[in-house]
């Protein structure tokens, strides 16, 4: 073979390749959208990350060797409404017509923000009537959604959400930092699109 057949197949392979794996790109904008259930073999425990930020921060593990009951620190005080929806529940329901995202969780919990630079409260529905307001902002960031939160207590959430499996399974790093707790909690949650 020649040089230049070999150079000519090669480069020819090269842009098939390349034309394939393009197109197997998905665009978050538009296939975030959907129904999603977690996977819980992909994704942390949450009682376990809450668990190692505490013992972080200096504090205790409160479960015991024989109180290892599912979603042990799930709860609290109304302003952590927001802390254990994204950590907790194992159903989101995403709606997406830009700028606008609305965030569905279980029990009818909402949030609704923007990728444009405005900030929109989420609402906790009606169990607090007083105190301020949690609130979210979000940005896309090349192949990326990051979302900033700010729960009523004065902390913050940043959860960043990327698509896998070709827009088939959806992945949320988590980092959660309630203002009581010294350090934050680093989670990871792995969701699969409902079908």
């Known amino acids: 073979m020649s040089q230049a057949w070999k150079f000519s197949a090669t480069l020819l392979l090269s842009l098939v390749f390349g034309l394939h794996s393009w197109a197997q790109e998905i665009d978050i904008r538009s296939a975030i959208a959907g129904s999603w259930v977690i ?48 950590s907790y529940d194992d159903v989101l329901q995403i709606e997406h017509q830009d700028p606008e995202l609305r965030f569905s969780y279980e029990d009818g919990y ?39 939160g700010r729960p009523r207590d004065g902390g913050f959430t940043i959860e960043t959400y990327t698509l896998e499996n070709d827009g088939a399974r959806l992945r949320i790093e988590m980092l959660i930092q309630p203002d009581s707790f010294r350090e934050a909690i680093e989670l990871v949650r792995v969701f699969d699109r409902r079908q």
């Open 110 to 148: 909402r949030r609704v923000f923007h990728t444009d630079g405005r900030r929109r409260r989420s609402t906790a529905n009606d169990f607090y009537s007083e105190g301020g307001q949690d609130w979210t902002s979000a940005n896309w960031e090349g192949d990326s959604l990051i979302v900033e």
């Open 39 to 86: 996977n819980d073999e992909l994704s942390d425990n949450s009682d376990d990350q809450v668990a190692a930020a505490i013992e972080a921060g200096g504090g205790r593990d409160s479960r015991g060797f024989f109180n290892r009951r599912e979603d042990y620190y799930r709860g609290g005080p109304p302003e952590h409404a927001l802390y254990d929806r994204i």
